[in-house]
């Protein structure tokens, strides 16, 4: 006799397993398929493709109502099922009972909304089934459209009605694409890849409200305050195990109906299968584990012995243009090591994970091509240590040569080019060598070849090596650090001529060779970014020593020390009270006064820090960033108002430099002094920049030092007003900012580039004096404000994670 | 093993590290920036600098006093012969926890 099965839901992976019954023994069982959408199954995993227009919703298709009835499936599609009564073995749908022997979930999962304010607007969609991919495809251009969510299917859904013209922007919580099945870098290139389609992505953005006007959706507000007008809002955020009926029905259930390696559920009878499943602890919503689930149900319905085993996985976008490719497991972890591979002109990233001498785990982006051959070597577990050398260079590569650049370089013909933006063919520098051109210098000079963009400087050196062999010794001009070939100055002019504007864009585009720099390069790239790109960029506090991100200076016993600002070194009663009274009640071991003319409280805890300076600000006073590559001191004499030789306001002068300086980054510390006569009380002769007042005007000195070198400071211009010598050092500053190396005082910097350099461009041109002091000023509109008011309200951040002083002694 | 559970992930900073007392002294959390958690001594061999505020780089904590580099899976100095005692920790859906049985076995010991 037939075995009576009623399945509830007709899904992929339920299909698949009618498909497996029919096929194997087509008498066995006797089959009624529930189903609450008002049709079969088709191809979900296909939808984007509809979206797209590649593909029509006829074509994706897998069961059409012939092959139902060809094999005598009874369909009860558009029909909920309310209850199970597992007593008696009966399926209660809306439209009657439906008795079984065994029974199969395959209710698969729903959308997860976000109960954000406005969740319920009309025009609020998910990304699921046939009837959410019609309303997408209403889209078009003119029409405008939020997607939450960069995961798989959100970007999907936004390049498909990016690609019917509509106007869509991806809001992400994350910091990165896709960080599910991709690493930050592979993410930097696909968001590079979306925004040249014309999509719009905001990372790290968290959605706050959704308005509407007339019951239909209006806007997205993010908590930013950001209003994102759309016309259709679309939530992929992620899916949640439908559970309910079989909850009711008393079945054991977690994140997901749970299920042994049999797929079957806590009831002997009862199976389920696909994304409404929990498996040790995971639940699915990739289409391979699911299809291995069907096989494995299908046979042990028919008696076979089967178990279903969760595999390594990979992902693809389906989204024409965005070549990525992940599999396997690419976290960090005890014993793994990575090989990875960046070539940024290609925008081509490729990363792969080892363990134990196994692949375990790749992420490749623009090139994946050998994507199945590192998968296949990952499920079988491959032993690679033979063709490790050569493993990220694909298949093609085994078994050759172990390849030397050196060799590479010189096996190039005479015509290959070699640089780029000038068009420098190898002949032509080798001629150059030839000529007497025997360092980089010189064949900079003679061919312009590495002279423009200066990626080709590593190939330009291999040259002068194979042709001069050990009469070529390499350059000093080192690297930043070991995670990259380049000099600073190189970086610094390569985030300006190619726009990089994150620290993941240097890092793929530059080739670095570590996954997220160092602490020698970090707080580095950290500064050139933020200098270059005040708007775009975010300052990254993880990427700053202790001191720029506690906002204090740390002491060798781990304490703090806490100086407020004084401006020109003016203070009042009542501040010196509020010092006195935090001192106070803080316990503060050492108060001492400052070479900057203020006040340090040295031996402050790290978990005071927060409350120490909520007090300090309540009477007025604001960080001195006594800790900061930024500006410190400007130290001033009392100048015409008290002293009887002093020619100009010269406290005055110092206030204001100081007022519109404070709070800026600059590459290493930055101190002035303002003296009120040549007699220079305060000693601005050795400052980073000092000014003298004399009776016609104001002298402007820069690049001297006063610490591990002494150095007087050389003048730049003498002028005749006050704001003139404002203009002046503001303009020094920000050419400074916009130049120098990091960790450079202005001395150094000033050594290299030449006094007359900077004259030429802070005194002479005055286009672009006004240039320098406007981008100063538009760095400032972020910058000047006091960090201790923003860090007081974080006190949280800087006490223990916890406590356990109590749990460990029970 | 029982687990103890001492916060959320988001507690911690990405590429960042927050501290947390316990009987043996205080232990440093590190969040790197694929979101895996360590847990190590918070004091730097070398002259007991606080680790917690050094800068987290790919596996690796950098102390804030005089930059040694210690490897978070072992606790080994790079280049250096000395060590930090790592602790066992684990995340779990966004939760963070700490073998206790492995702290009190250490405090006892």
């Known amino acids: 006799m037939k075995q009576r099965l009623v399945i509830i839901g007709a899904g992929m992976a339920s299909g698949r397993v009618i498909e497996h019954l029919v096929e194997d023994a087509p008498d066995a069982f006797d089959i009624t398929l529930f189903n609450a959408e008002p049709r079969g199954n088709y191809n979900r995993i296909m939808l984007s493709p509809v979206l797209s227009g590649e593909k029509t919703y006829e074509e994706i298709v897998t069961h059409d109502d012939a092959w139902y009835a060809a094999h005598s499936v009874t369909c009860r599609f558009g029909e909920k099922v309310i209850s199970i009564d597992r007593q008696m073995k009966v399926v209660e749908g809306e439209n009657g009972l439906v008795p079984y022997d065994k029974l199969i979930f395959g209710t698969g999962s729903n959308p997860f909304i976000i109960p954000l304010p406005g969740h319920d607007l009309e025009g609020v969609i998910a990304y699921r089934d046939l009837e959410d991919t019609q309303r997408m495809m209403e889209m078009g251009a003119g029409n405008k459209v939020v997607v939450i969510g960069g995961g798989l299917l959100g970007l999907e859904a936004a390049a498909g009605m990016a690609a019917r013209g509509a106007d869509v922007t991806v809001v992400h919580i994350m910091g990165h694409l896709m960080e599910r099945q991709l690493d930050e870098a592979a993410g930097y290139l696909l968001k590079k890849s979306l925004e040249a389609k014309g999509i719009t992505i905001r990372l790290q953005a968290n959605s706050k409200e959704i308005v509407g006007q007339d019951g239909k959706v209006r806007a997205l507000v993010l908590d930013d305050g950001t209003e994102l007008p759309c016309d259709l809002l679309v939530m992929a955020v992620g899916i949640r195990p439908n559970v309910a009926v079989a909850q009711d029905a008393g079945l054991a259930v977690g994140k997901g109906i749970h299920v042994d390696d049999q797929l079957c559920t806590s009831d002997a009878d009862i199976f389920a299968v696909g994304e409404c499943v929990e498996h040790q602890g995971a639940i699915f919503g990739l289409v391979a584990p699911l299809y291995d689930q069907a096989k494995v149900l299908a046979k042990n319905l028919l008696g076979e012995e089967a178990a279903f085993v969760q595999k390594t996985l990979s992902t693809k976008l389906k989204v024409t243009g965005c070549d990525l490719f992940s599999a396997g497991d690419f976290t960090d972890g005890e014993g793994r090591e990575d090989i990875v591979f960046r070539d940024p002109s290609r925008g081509v990233y490729k990363r792969l994970v080892i363990e134990n001498d196994r692949l375990i785990g790749a992420v490749m982006y623009g090139d994946t091509a050998d994507g199945s051959w590192f998968f296949g070597l990952i499920k079988d577990g491959t032993d690679i240590v033979d063709m490790r050398d050569t493993l990220i260079f694909g298949p093609a590569y085994q078994g050759g040569d172990h390849a030397d650049p050196l060799s590479a370089v010189a096996a190039l013909p005479p015509e290959a080019e070699i640089c780029g933006c000038n068009g420098i063919c190898k002949s032509t520098i080798t001629g150059a060598i030839a000529g007497g051109a025997t360092d980089l210098g010189a064949i900079r000079a003679s061919t312009k070849a590495s002279a423009s963009c200066g990626t080709c400087t590593g190939l330009v050196e291999q040259l002068l090596q194979v042709t001069l062999g050990d009469d070529f010794v390499m350059p000093t001009s080192q690297p930043i650090c070991g995670c990259c070939d380049l000099t600073h100055e190189d970086v610094r002019r390569l985030i300006k001529s190619q726009q990089l504007k994150s620290q993941e864009a240097v890092w793929q585009e530059l080739g670095w060779k570590t996954r997220n720099g160092c602490h020698v390069c970090r707080p580095a790239i950290n500064f050139y970014l933020l200098a270059d790109w005040p708007i775009e960029y975010k300052d990254d506090p993880q990427s700053r020593f202790v001191n720029e991100r506690k906002h204090a200076n740390i002491q060798k016993d781990g304490t703090f020390s806490v100086v407020p600002r004084m401006w020109g070194g003016i203070t009042n009663p009542k501040e010196l009270r509020a010092i006195a009274d935090a001192a106070d009640k803080y316990n503060v071991p050492t108060v001492k006064v400052t070479g900057g003319q203020r006040i340090d409280l040295l031996g402050v805890k790290g978990e005071d820090l927060p409350y120490i300076w909520a007090d300090l600000n309540n009477a007025g006073l604001v960080s001195g960033h006594a800790y900061s590559k930024g500006l410190r001191t400007v130290k001033t004499c009392v100048g015409t108002d008290h002293c009887r030789f002093g020619t100009q306001d010269s406290t005055g002068l110092g206030i204001k430099l100081e007022k519109v300086l404070w709070g800026a980054w600059t590459p290493h510390k930055v101190k002035l002094a303002v003296s009120g006569c040549p007699r220079n009380c305060a000693e601005a002769t050795c400052k980073d920049v000092g000014v003298i007042c004399v009776d016609s005007g104001y002298q402007v000195g820069v690049a001297g030092a006063a610490g591990m070198d002494v150095k007087e400071t050389e003048r730049l211009a003498d002028v005749a007003t006050e704001q003139e010598a404002i203009d002046l050092t503001v303009a020094f500053i920000q050419l400074y900012r916009e130049n120098a190396k990091y960790l450079d005082r202005p001395y150094k910097w000033v050594a290299k580039v030449g006094l007359d350099w900077v004259k030429e461009r802070v005194v002479d041109d005055l286009a672009e004096r006004a240039r320098l002091i406007a981008a100063f000023e538009l760095s400032q509109s972020i910058y000047r404000k006091d960090p201790w008011a923003e860090h007081a309200q974080k006190a949280e951040r800087y006490q223990p994670l916890a406590d356990l002083t109590l749990e460990a002694a029970e | ?109």
């Not at chain 2, 790079?78 to 859906?93: C, F, P, S």
């Not at chain 2, 926890?97 to 076995?105: E, N, R």
Request: glycine fraction near 10%.
């Open chain 2, 1 to 109: 093993m029982s687990w103890i559970d001492i916060g959320h992930i988001d507690d911690i900073p990405l590429r960042g590290a927050r501290k947390l007392k316990t009987a043996l002294g205080c232990i440093a959390v590190f969040r790197t920036n694929t979101d895996e958690v360590f847990a190590a001594a918070d004091r730097c061999p070398h002259k007991g600098g606080p680790l917690s505020e050094g800068i987290v780089h790919g596996q690796s904590i950098t102390c804030p006093l005089h930059n040694w580099v210690f490897d978070l899976n072992t606790g080994q100095a790079k280049g250096e012969d000395a060590q930090i005692a790592t602790y066992t920790v684990r995340v779990e859906g966004e939760r963070i926890l700490i073998d206790g049985a492995d702290l009190a076995a250490r405090s006892a010991a």
